[in-house]
């Protein structure tokens, strides 16, 4: 049985506050990695009262859980947030004009991971593939 993210949360000595509530809201309505600004912008469209310390602050709580990811795509400068939870692995393709960001829901490293688990006799935590190109309103 999956645990809920309130669950997770209270096994960590954490609550699910007014403020993590509302930025999960967010981040679980959102089809793609939002950074802590856009975040920000729509907390505030949402009439949240919350400064963008305290989103960094709760992103970095969330993070450290493991509750949501934090996501560096290549050449952005920027950090991105989603929902880990009760998400499988993915991957991500954006697009080099406009930065249109999709979800790809799959892993396709599995093989390869083994493999170099194998070859290496290290163990793989983590991974990370990014695909850039031009999406269908930009070509």
Known sequence: MKSTI???LRAAGHR????RR???????R???PLSASELYERLQKNKVSIDLVTVYRTLTVLRDLGVV????LHKEGQARFEIR???????????QVCGRIADL?????KKLTAFIEKETQFIVN????EFSGLCPKCQ
Request: one cysteine or more; a negative charge; hydrophobic letters at 30%.
């Open 22 to 28: 509302a930025v999960l809201g967010v981040l679980e």
């Open 85 to 95: 939870h009760g998400r499988e692995h993915h991957h991500h393709i954006r697009c």
């Open 16 to 19: 699910l506050t007014r403020t």
């Open 126 to 129: 983590e991974h990370t593939l």
């Open 105 to 109: 829901l799959l892993c396709p490293l």
């Open 30 to 32: 959102t089809k793609y």
């Open 6 to 8: 309130d669950e997770d």
């Open 69 to 72: 990811a934090q996501i560096e």
